[in-house]
């Protein structure tokens, strides 16, 4: 078979966990993947596929562009032959929105008239139907999204969500349509097409509907969404010849020797949970957004705690709390520079362990996972076996490793935080 020697897929994902996320589901795929922390300087080799981490879901629209096609450009450039604009499974957006933005630039970029948008991933029960987001069993704007610290999420129609994101005209391919599979779903792309409708969101409720729409998008040289939709995509490559089916399902990732520390600044319900449950056991410090404010010494405070502990067992440093904690900092800090106090505090946290010997790092949150990673100094990641749903083993490529695992904020089981030191090879648990 002739297999490719320059990647195949292009991926430009606008947060760390998210494009973790994106990798995972890549590598089960069969897609050899790695995820490079912005533009790198140094191409990977021997990969399939290649997954560029930006942390611009919360910036302003014109830098989010900005970076996404500076990050399109140099996937041209490694030989991509489609692209992927991956955002979060909860169509996270600020008020004013970089999903519709980036995807009229990429779609502009690319010369390119259509695409699709679709967020759908089951395994962690986000489906949508008739234009509305699930999350299990509760529409989007109701199951805790909608007090989201940076990204609160209060209206479940995603039609007319990404409407308000863009001037292009956004259509819906339905389930009545999707259920019937990938030639009908291809018809449809057409029909819409000459309506002038620029990005369809798609419904979807099973996995088996995804590989149904991936393939009905070989043609497009753009397709957005969340990490499930891409589960189609790499069989379009299998059956034009392009990728190896039989490529290892993961990476071997190296052993990694050192200390072990949890970070959390999501205030997700998910990492509410599994906060509380690694509290009943095991050693935490927690942030105060508002002694950081002050200017107090909380930095220093959480290394001398740290300092105590690490080196019998593991600790957690959070920032994580209630929704109405979250917002009573806010209205005192600001939503932005609460955010960016604890991101930093967090950051100097982890650059100051890592000098320390800590070698393996568990983060929740892909704002805090973006601060934390740039802050150790990381350029890429090669990613290893599934921990739980949406969430990979990674290791940092280069001479010295560190072993990480960024957990999305709303994915995980609520032992997460041990679960994830236990896969990074942590054995004082
Ligand atoms: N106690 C708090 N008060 C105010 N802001 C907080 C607090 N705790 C965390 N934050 C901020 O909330 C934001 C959480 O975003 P982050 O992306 O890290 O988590 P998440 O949105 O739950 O995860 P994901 O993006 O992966 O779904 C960060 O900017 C963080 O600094
Ligand atoms: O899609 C998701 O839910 C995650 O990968 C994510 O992007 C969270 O930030």
Same mark, same amino acid.
């Given at each position: 078979?002739?297999?490719?020697?320059?990647?195949?897929?292009?991926?430009?994902?606008?947060?760390?966990?998210?494009?973790?996320?994106?990798?995972?589901?890549?590598?089960?795929?069969?897609?050899?993947?790695?995820?490079?922390?912005?533009?790198?300087?140094?191409?990977?080799?021997?990969?399939?596929?290649?997954?560029?981490?930006?942390?611009?879901?919360?910036?302003?629209?014109?830098?989010?562009?900005?970076?996404?096609?500076?990050?399109?450009?140099? &996937?041209? !450039? %490694? $030989?991509? /032959?489609?692209?992927?604009?991956?955002?979060?499974?909860?169509? *996270?957006?600020? =008020?004013? #929105?970089?999903?519709?933005?980036?995807?009229?630039?990429?779609?502009?970029?690319?010369?390119?008239?259509?695409?699709?948008?679709?967020?759908?991933?089951?395994?962690?029960?986000?489906?949508?139907?008739?234009?509305?987001?699930?999350?299990?069993?509760?529409?989007?704007?109701?199951?805790?999204?909608?007090?989201?610290?940076?990204?609160?999420?209060?209206?479940?129609?995603?039609?007319?969500?990404?409407?308000?994101?863009?001037?292009?005209?956004?259509?819906?391919?339905?389930?009545?349509?999707?259920?019937?599979?990938?030639?009908?779903?291809?018809?449809?792309?057409?029909? &819409?097409? !000459? %309506? $002038?409708? /620029?990005?369809?969101?798609?419904?979807?409720?099973?996995?088996? *509907?995804?590989? =149904?729409? #991936?393939?009905?998008?070989?043609?497009?040289?753009?397709?957005?969404?969340?990490?499930?939709?891409?589960?189609?995509?790499?069989?379009?490559?299998?059956?034009?010849?392009?990728?190896?089916?039989?490529?290892?399902?993961?990476?071997?990732?190296?052993?990694?020797?050192?200390?072990?520390?949890?970070?959390?600044?999501?205030?997700?319900?998910?990492?509410?949970?599994?906060?509380?449950?690694?509290?009943?056991?095991?050693?935490?410090?927690?942030?105060?957004?508002?002694?950081?404010?002050?200017?107090?010494?909380?930095?220093?405070?959480?290394?001398?705690?740290?300092?105590?502990?690490? !080196? %019998?067992?593991?600790?957690?440093?959070?920032?994580?709390?209630?929704?109405?904690?979250?917002?009573?900092?806010?209205?005192?800090?600001?939503?932005?520079?609460?955010?960016?106090?604890?991101?930093?505090?967090?950051?100097?946290?982890?650059?100051?362990?890592?000098?320390?010997?800590?070698?393996?790092?568990?983060?929740?949150?892909?704002?805090?996972?973006?601060?934390?990673?740039?802050?150790?100094?990381?350029?890429?990641?090669?990613?290893?076996?599934?921990?739980?749903?949406?969430?990979?083993?990674?290791?940092?490529?280069?001479?010295?490793?560190?072993?990480?695992?960024?957990?999305?904020?709303?994915?995980?089981?609520?032992?997460?935080?041990?679960?994830?030191?236990?896969?990074?090879?942590?054995?004082?648990?």
């Amino acid at each position: 078979m002739p297999i490719q020697d320059t990647p195949l897929l292009g991926c430009i994902a606008d947060d760390f966990t998210g494009a973790t996320d994106l990798a995972n589901m890549l590598v089960r795929e069969g897609m050899r993947t790695v995820q490079t922390i912005g533009v790198p300087d140094v191409a990977p080799q021997d990969v399939d596929a290649i997954v560029v981490a930006l942390k611009s879901r919360t910036v302003p629209a014109d830098e989010a562009v900005a970076e996404s096609l500076a990050a399109l450009r140099w &996937l041209q !450039q %490694q $030989g991509c /032959r489609q692209f992927f604009f991956k955002y979060c499974s909860t169509f *996270d957006s600020t =008020a004013k #929105g970089n999903i519709g933005p980036v995807t009229d630039a990429l779609l502009h970029a690319l010369g390119s008239d259509f695409t699709i948008a679709c967020p759908v991933f089951p395994e962690t029960g986000r489906t949508l139907y008739r234009g509305h987001l699930f999350i299990q069993n509760q529409l989007l704007s109701e199951s805790g999204m909608q007090n989201h610290p940076l990204t609160p999420m209060t209206d479940p129609n995603l039609v007319r969500v990404l409407q308000q994101q863009t001037p292009s005209k956004v259509g819906l391919i339905g389930y009545p349509v999707v259920s019937q599979g990938t030639g009908k779903i291809h018809s449809e792309m057409a029909a &819409l097409r !000459q %309506q $002038g409708v /620029r990005m369809a969101i798609v419904d979807a409720l099973e996995n088996q *509907d995804l590989y =149904a729409i #991936g393939a009905a998008c070989a043609d497009l040289p753009l397709v957005t969404g969340g990490s499930g939709i891409a589960l189609g995509l790499p069989g379009n490559f299998v059956r034009s010849g392009l990728l190896n089916p039989h490529n290892t399902k993961a990476a071997e990732l190296p052993a990694v020797d050192g200390l072990s520390i949890v970070l959390a600044g999501s205030a997700s319900k998910a990492t509410n949970t599994q906060v509380s449950t690694w509290l009943e056991s095991r050693p935490g410090f927690c942030i105060d957004p508002l002694a950081l404010a002050r200017g107090e010494p909380v930095v220093a405070q959480a290394l001398a705690f740290t300092g105590r502990h690490l !080196q %019998q067992q593991p600790v957690l440093i959070y920032a994580t709390t209630t929704p109405e904690q979250v917002k009573q900092v806010q209205a005192e800090l600001g939503i932005e520079r609460a955010g960016l106090l604890i991101e930093q505090a967090l950051a100097d946290i982890a650059a100051a362990l890592l000098v320390q010997g800590v070698r393996r790092f568990v983060i929740a949150g892909g704002e805090t996972s973006g601060a934390v990673v740039k802050a150790l100094g990381v350029h890429a990641l090669r990613i290893g076996a599934q921990i739980d749903p949406g969430v990979p083993a990674t290791a940092s490529t280069g001479a010295r490793p560190l072993a990480l695992a960024l957990k999305s904020g709303n994915f995980g089981s609520t032992d997460f935080f041990e679960k994830a030191l236990r896969h990074l090879g942590e054995t004082r648990l």
